[in-house]
């Protein structure tokens, strides 16, 4: 098959503008190296004397948001990153590396969910995170007891809380964690998605075939609702390469934004991603509509304003989560329309794929 001539050059890396480490942190080997990765690109180190993240912001909110975007923390996870939850309909557990993404995303589902600035933290005991996966093996309740991902194994998630492969030039986490994997005698999946096209650490680990990547893509045309990413057509790239290296790899479809002229925007998007893969051996497709809640809408605002998002109340739904919680969906027949379009387009252009879920 004949492919398109696309960059192979992914956009610089993300540098922080400082990296801040806690006294526990420093304690951790993981910890250290990562600080002493990023002295040697030269980021600024800042010891912190104990473990609250703080340093001096400027005052005005938008120019503390980019302060705290631009900073990276190491931190020691809490004892709840080490009792893992459920994550469907993706995975059977979530396992974090790090809380929060260096990315200006007008739609990011974690405004809201994540307490205080938007500042990355990364985690420095990765070998105790490591060490609590073997008792979740078999014994997962989402994909691992879903006839038609049960040959998954049991799957974990890496990137609910944040994208991994934007950090992994400074913190080494992801490829420890697929190595990890690699090694593993378990029928088991590691999973991780991302906006950022900087695969090549990972090409030569030894993966196992244990662990998927899955490329976040959304039309060009909505490429200023994605601040700081890497251009899709660098995305594709990064999968493609990916998927020769031996990897399972994927798309998400994410978020599925019915703004005008929709169908036009995402039949370009399959006809690109189709280019690259279409002959993919084992291709997946997660499909993920847009949602808010009013809490992640008050915090996107002051975040983005101005945004050409549309976080209005039009085609929209109300729709009641497990935890009491409210989120704004689009409406039924929007939905039914989205969804019959996806499904007919997916099958004409990319037949070979798998569509693992639509929500």
């Given amino acids: 098959?004949?492919?398109?001539?696309?960059?192979?050059?992914?956009?610089?890396?993300?540098?922080?503008?400082?990296?801040?480490?806690?006294?526990?942190?420093?304690?951790?080997?993981?910890?250290?190296?990562?600080?002493?990765?990023?002295?040697?690109?030269?980021?600024?180190?800042?010891?912190?004397?104990?473990?609250?993240?703080?340093?001096?912001?400027?005052?005005?909110?938008?120019?503390?948001?980019?302060?705290?975007?631009?900073?990276?923390?190491?931190?020691?996870?809490?004892?709840?990153?080490?009792?893992?939850?459920?994550?469907?309909?993706?995975?059977?557990?979530?396992?974090?590396?790090?809380?929060?993404?260096?990315?200006?995303?007008?739609?990011?589902?974690?405004?809201?969910?994540?307490?205080?600035?938007?500042?990355?933290?990364?985690?420095?005991?990765?070998?105790?995170?490591?060490?609590?996966l073997p008792r979740y093996m078999d014994e997962g309740t989402i994909t691992s007891r879903s006839a038609a991902r049960a040959h998954e194994g049991t799957t974990f998630e890496a990137s609910c809380y944040t994208d991994p492969l934007a950090l992994e030039h400074v913190t080494g986490s992801l490829s420890r964690m697929i190595e990890w994997f690699g090694r593993s005698d378990a029928a088991t999946q590691l999973r991780f998605t991302s906006k950022f096209a900087e695969v090549g650490p990972l090409l030569a680990l030894d993966h196992g075939g244990k662990t998927r990547m899955r490329a976040s893509i959304n039309p060009g045309s909505y490429a200023r609702l994605e601040g700081g990413t890497a251009p899709v057509a660098q995305r594709l790239t990064a999968l493609r390469r990916m998927a020769d290296a031996g990897y399972p790899v994927g798309l998400t479809i994410a978020p599925i934004i019915a703004a005008d002229g929709w169908e036009d925007a995402y039949h370009a998007l399959l006809a690109e991603a189709a280019a690259l893969l279409a002959d993919?051996?084992?291709?997946?497709?997660?499909?993920?509509?847009?949602?808010?809640?009013?809490?992640?809408?008050?915090?996107?605002?002051?975040?983005?304003p101005g945004s050409a998002l549309d976080m209005t109340e039009a085609q929209r739904t109300t729709k009641r989560t497990k935890f009491g919680t409210e989120k704004q969906v689009y409406d039924t027949a929007t939905m039914k329309r989205l969804r019959a379009w996806f499904t007919a387009e997916i099958a004409r252009v990319l037949p070979r794929a798998r569509v693992l879920y639509w929500t």
């Avoid at 492919?3 to 304690?27: K, Q, Y």
């Avoid at 910890?31 to 912001?57: F, H, K, M, S």
């Avoid at 405004?111 to 005991?125: D, V």
């Avoid at 051996?281 to 009013?294: K, Q």
Wanted: hydrophobic share 40%; proline share 10%.
């Fill in 1 to 132: 098959m004949t492919r398109p001539l696309l960059s192979d050059r992914p956009r610089a890396s993300w540098l922080p503008r400082r990296l801040l480490i806690t006294r526990s942190a420093r304690a951790w080997e993981h910890g250290r190296g990562i600080a002493e990765r990023a002295a040697t690109i030269g980021v600024p180190v800042i010891e912190l004397p104990n473990d609250r993240v703080v340093w001096e912001q400027p005052p005005e909110p938008r120019a503390a948001y980019a302060d705290a975007k631009a900073t990276l923390a190491i931190v020691v996870a809490p004892p709840s990153k080490l009792k893992l939850e459920p994550i469907a309909p993706s995975a059977d557990w979530r396992v974090d590396l790090a809380a929060g993404c260096p990315a200006h995303c007008s739609y990011c589902y974690l405004a809201g969910s994540l307490k205080g600035p938007p500042i990355t933290r990364a985690y420095a005991n990765l070998d105790e995170i490591l060490g609590v």
């Fill in 280 to 304: 993919t051996a084992d291709l997946t497709i997660e499909l993920i509509t847009h949602r808010f809640t009013s809490g992640s809408k008050a915090v996107l605002d002051s975040w983005y």
